[in-house]
């Protein structure tokens, strides 16, 4: 059976005014004294939870609402010391003065339960990888930029370390930062979790999970309604709904990745859709937690791949002696390429393909097949070959080329590999692929009924 307990001092203090018109100064005692009590009472249930079943406990924290959420793990202990582990770039900055890497820090401090209008839980020695959110320092930008981020001398994150605790539901304790207010969530976690481990797990998530360098993804409401979403990966989210304008209709939020997925600070609404913490699925999708049908997922592949608006570049390594990018069809092609290119005119002994590139031309309005080729280590001449990309079905693609430059013509006389790689590209159907339906950035073009013929394309 779960267990609700709500805890606030102001809610004994309003019942007691409620009898001060009427009650004699004996009855206003007696009030006193039992919100005392209760609150007591209060204190001790909170520390044996706290402290039971190996004190072990998943702190997701929040300094403002401009940065990303932190995850902690907290381990209480009956003698007042508790041990905060982290894994973050602040901590890393403590460590080694950078802020391009995550580290793990862990150290012992002091804790309590204290009663200040409230039940609030404290971490009062300073943890210096705890801590480091709510001195009033500088922030650090590891260099760039100067000594600080501007606006930030006598603030510092402007984060809590103290919190009033609002409820306990289940395994989960909600809090409040009792300075600015922002909500956390303590979850408990088996005794045997190692915090080392599970923070490890934790950054990989925070690394993996999104990609810096896809635009966008979707929050796909149960209705089919969808949502763009910007940024998930800085943790500080745009979010404007499909067919709205971007300026004029955005949101920002900020969130946490978990060691199981991901969440919001605060709920939010989207067309009536409540909705705060997502589960990483199987194929990399996330999963509402409230509703079991809210999902965040990646475009059509196709529209990473060839989107003019939204246009990002791609790379085939076409080195045959450790390239992973090509099989089949491809890399027999490349091979019998490099034979034949030192005998086109104007090419030299050594010269071969050196990667192919997907990318858009804004100038010719025209995508771009480009086959790079190597003469030597400081020129490697570009054969453009201009075409259309065809959707054939959702996740499906085909080629229709419609010119090239003049180098890509003096390959395509005086190389008839090169005539038969365009032609095999232009009459073959595509299947697209991806590791991940969320950060999609390695996509696979494989020849439809033949998969062991493929093409890898990476976003660059």
Request: charged letters at 20%; proline letters at 3%.
């Amino acid at each position: 059976m779960k267990k609700f307990l709500n805890i606030s001092l102001l809610t004994f203090v309003a019942l007691a005014s409620l009898s001060l018109g009427s009650c004699s100064n004996e009855m206003d005692d007696i009030f006193d004294e039992d919100a005392i009590i209760r609150l007591e009472n209060a204190r001790a249930e909170y520390f044996d939870i706290l402290t039971r079943d190996g004190g072990k406990w998943k702190l997701e924290y929040f300094s403002n609402t401009g940065e990303p959420g932190y995850t902690y793990i907290l381990t209480f202990k009956k003698d007042g010391m508790v041990t905060m582990s982290g894994h973050n770039k602040w901590i890393n900055y403590i460590k080694n003065n950078s802020l391009n890497a995550s580290a793990f820090g862990s150290e012992d401090s002091m804790w309590d339960l204290i009663l200040d209008n409230s039940l609030v839980l404290t971490f009062n020695t300073y943890n210096k990888y705890f801590h480091l959110f709510s001195t009033p320092d500088k922030v650090p930008t590891g260099g760039a930029g100067g000594d600080g981020i501007a606006n930030t001398e006598g603030y510092g994150h402007e984060g809590d370390y103290e919190f009033n605790i609002m409820k306990y539901s289940g395994d989960t304790i909600y809090l409040t930062g009792k300075k600015y207010n922002l909500p956390m969530f303590l979850t408990r976690l088996s005794p045997s979790t190692n915090d080392e481990a599970y923070l490890n797990e934790v950054a990989v998530m925070n690394k993996n999970l999104f990609s810096g360098t896809i635009p966008y993804v979707f929050i796909v409401l149960p209705d089919g309604t969808r949502w763009f979403a910007e940024s998930f990966s800085s943790c500080y989210v745009r979010l404007y709904r499909e067919g709205d304008d971007k300026i004029t209709s955005s949101e920002y939020y900020n969130t946490i990745i978990t060691h199981d997925g991901m969440a919001f600070m605060n709920p939010i609404t989207l067309d009536g859709y409540t909705i705060q913490w997502f589960a990483r699925q199987s194929d990399g999708t996330l999963l509402c937690v409230e509703d079991q049908q809210t999902r965040i997922v990646a475009d059509a592949l196709e529209n990473y791949l060839f989107n003019s608006a939204n246009a990002l570049k791609w790379k085939a390594d076409f080195d045959v002696t450790k390239s992973t990018d090509m099989a089949g069809n491809y890399l027999e092609l490349v091979k019998a390429i490099n034979v034949e290119l030192p005998r086109v005119p104007g090419e030299k002994s050594g010269s071969k393909l050196k990667e192919a590139v997907i990318s858009y031309n804004d100038e010719l309005s025209t995508f771009v097949f480009n086959m790079k080729v190597r003469r030597s280590a400081s020129v490697s001449p570009e054969a453009h070959f201009y075409f259309t990309p065809t959707a054939v079905s959702l996740g499906q693609v085909k080629f229709n080329f419609t010119g090239q430059n003049d180098y890509a013509n003096r390959l395509l006389q005086g190389s008839p590999k090169v005539v038969e790689f365009i032609n095999t590209l232009s009459q073959a159907t595509f299947n697209l692929s991806a590791p991940s339906m969320l950060a999609p950035t390695a996509i696979t073009m494989a020849e439809n009924g033949d998969a062991a013929s493929y093409l890898v394309w990476n976003l660059q």
